[in-house]
């Protein structure tokens, strides 16, 4: 990590909570300390990146735990690596705050490491700037070559797929500041899982792929533009939590699932010949894999409700700042 | 580019300066406008990392130049590809801004781009963050397997070398503002130049190296103390450009040299028996290579003035904000 521009307390601090003794990964040939980081990727692998920045007041409030920034940070980068169907290796961190101070780096690193850690993910360079309290990530990871699910290869036909219970996150966010309330809900916010053992195993199943993470409307958007198709989705099939139907009700459910945002779920084209393969691996996952329409060929999206068409509010949740 | 919390408006802006209709290299897969980027690394290659970031007020006053800025953003993490002996491939942005204005992306791109296209460095993904102006790059590139040149490998009787005008930077920096003074100057603080070239062609020649970011006697020190060495450095064969020492004086040159910060020069260690091939190579650069010291074993830097001690003013320059 770049001690530029930062006194001498400031490195010690940085080095003690960033600097590890040495990488677990034997693929780290040359991690922080020096110019940049050497790295070796196994022949027949295509590399992956991802680049996500998060800032207080813009993706999350005021107040936020440390170490859920910290999980967070890494987190919604992972989540990319996921929805490739890649395998995390290396991450670089560009941490932005005020000025150093030891319990902030403490229980940032804290949750960066416990996430990176569980994947096995190196920390292996990055720098740190004096400005608002934020965290830029770009993680690489690795998929076999020519693997990689993009979001262009949707086809009609194709059902629709979504991992978990979107609309968790943003009811969670909006929870964040007041007492009581669910616990579940808010940690959906707070620490979202990436998805990657689910994103590895739809290789060869999926026909397209994307995270969650403006919306389920908006994302289902975004994938069928780039496959130039359209979709016919059932607002029954919705997967809602308990805990979101208990908190805000069934209309409010359904338009946070659609709109909400932060959600870190992966979103998913499946040719029907696949389903069978797809129950039989979702059933060893922890989260629930749900079939939420069908891909076809006219453009947009058409949700319908108990057989008639139902036009969704797409009115943006509120973000902070 | 992620078009996260972002309407429509700013998304179009981005696309238009960003998003480009296809990369230059072959070797990116996917580019921008998916989860992540897929790239593929020749065989026999080790991947090299750096990220880096610069912000208004820490790294550059307000009123620089945009052009500069986006050329800077980049510039300083080729300089740390060039420091290992490495040849940039591919870039990833984390863009942070007020509010998306297309005079600013259009700048800001501009110097980016010219920048990237001169080193056929492709952007591959990004990210842009509502916040104060600044910018994170990730830049990612090649060496051969097991050739980059650390920080380490320094070893007592290495000459020690630099390349270009140590000073030009923070001189030029700091007329900035003012009517009249020396371009040279200026442009050396808006423009750095990444030793690229110069960085490869000291692969089997330079036993350590490292770019020149922080200041020439800091940096020193962390060269040295990596390779576990100390240094013996001339004052008088300082490479001080005409236009420094017209600006400011030879005793005001000689520290700006010593404790100035933004060079982004190569500094680097080299046996003598490599000395005459040093020679020959640097014979074709357009910026000069000059030694000012010998690696010695008790640590610590000891510079000499016409055979007496002399002793560094190591106060650094001021930075803005």
């Given at each position: 990590?770049?001690?530029?521009?930062?006194?001498?307390?400031?490195?010690?601090?940085?080095?003690?909570?960033?600097?590890?003794?040495?990488?677990?990964?034997?693929?780290?040939?040359?991690?922080?300390?020096?110019?940049?980081?050497?790295t070796?990727?196994?022949?027949?692998?295509?590399?992956?990146?991802?680049?996500?920045?998060?800032?207080?007041?813009?993706h999350?409030?005021?107040?936020?735990?440390?170490?859920?920034?910290?999980?967070?940070?890494?987190?919604?980068?992972?989540?990319?690596?996921?929805?490739?169907?890649?395998?995390?290796?290396?991450?670089?961190l560009?941490?932005?705050?005020?000025?150093?101070?030891?319990?902030?780096?403490?229980?940032?690193?804290?949750?960066?490491?416990?996430?990176?850690?569980?994947?096995?993910v190196?920390?292996?360079?990055?720098?740190?700037?004096?400005g608002?309290?934020?965290?830029?990530?770009?993680?690489?990871?690795?998929?076999?070559?020519?693997?990689?699910i993009?979001?262009?290869?949707a086809?009609?036909?194709?059902?629709?797929?979504?991992?978990?219970?979107?609309?968790?996150a943003?009811?969670?966010?909006?929870?964040?500041?007041?007492?009581?309330?669910?616990?579940?809900?808010?940690?959906?916010?707070?620490?979202?899982?990436?998805?990657?053992?689910?994103?590895?195993?739809?290789?060869?199943?999926?026909?397209?792929?994307?995270?969650?993470?403006?919306?389920?409307?908006?994302?289902?958007?975004?994938?069928?533009?780039?496959?130039?198709?359209?979709?016919?989705?059932?607002?029954?099939?919705?997967?809602?939590?308990?805990?979101?139907?208990?908190?805000?009700?069934?209309?409010?459910?359904?338009?946070?699932?659609?709109?909400?945002?932060?959600?870190?779920?992966?979103?998913?084209?499946?040719?029907?010949?696949?389903?069978?393969?797809?129950?039989?691996?979702?059933?060893?996952?922890?989260?629930?894999?749900?079939?939420?329409?069908?891909v076809?060929?006219?453009?947009?999206?058409?949700?319908?409700?108990?057989?008639?068409?139902?036009?969704?509010?797409?009115?943006?949740?509120?973000?902070?700042?």
């Amino acid at each position: 990590m770049a001690a530029q521009r930062r006194g001498l307390d400031e490195t010690t601090l940085i080095r003690r909570y960033f600097q590890r003794p040495a990488s677990s990964r034997r693929d780290v040939v040359l991690g922080i300390g020096d110019d940049a980081a050497i790295t070796r990727l196994p022949p027949g692998l295509d590399l992956v990146t991802a680049t996500d920045a998060i800032f207080e007041g813009v993706h999350y409030p005021p107040g936020t735990p440390l170490r859920a920034i910290g999980h967070r940070s890494l987190a919604i980068n992972l989540s990319d690596l996921a929805a490739m169907g890649a395998r995390p290796l290396w991450a670089s961190l560009a941490l932005s705050q005020p000025r150093a101070r030891a319990a902030w780096l403490r229980e940032f690193a804290a949750g960066f490491f416990a996430l990176a850690d569980a994947w096995q993910v190196a920390l292996i360079g990055g720098d740190t700037v004096r400005g608002p309290q934020g965290a830029t990530v770009t993680v690489q990871g690795a998929v076999r070559r020519g693997h990689h699910i993009g979001r262009s290869g949707a086809r009609p036909g194709d059902g629709i797929w979504i991992t978990g219970h979107p609309g968790d996150a943003v009811a969670g966010r909006l929870q964040l500041d007041r007492r009581g309330g669910s616990r579940k809900l808010r940690q959906s916010f707070l620490y979202p899982q990436p998805r990657l053992r689910e994103g590895r195993a739809l290789a060869g199943i999926a026909s397209a792929m994307m995270d969650i993470s403006d919306g389920l409307h908006e994302d289902l958007g975004k994938l069928m533009q780039a496959s130039g198709c359209g979709a016919m989705l059932d607002l029954a099939s919705l997967p809602l939590s308990p805990q979101l139907l208990a908190a805000v009700g069934l209309e409010a459910a359904r338009e946070m699932a659609l709109s909400g945002g932060d959600d870190y779920e992966l979103l998913f084209t499946v040719p029907v010949r696949h389903e069978a393969r797809l129950a039989r691996l979702a059933r060893g996952w922890t989260v629930p894999a749900t079939r939420i329409g069908t891909v076809r060929k006219p453009p947009g999206l058409h949700w319908q409700l108990e057989g008639s068409a139902w036009t969704p509010c797409t009115r943006a949740f509120q973000h902070f700042g």
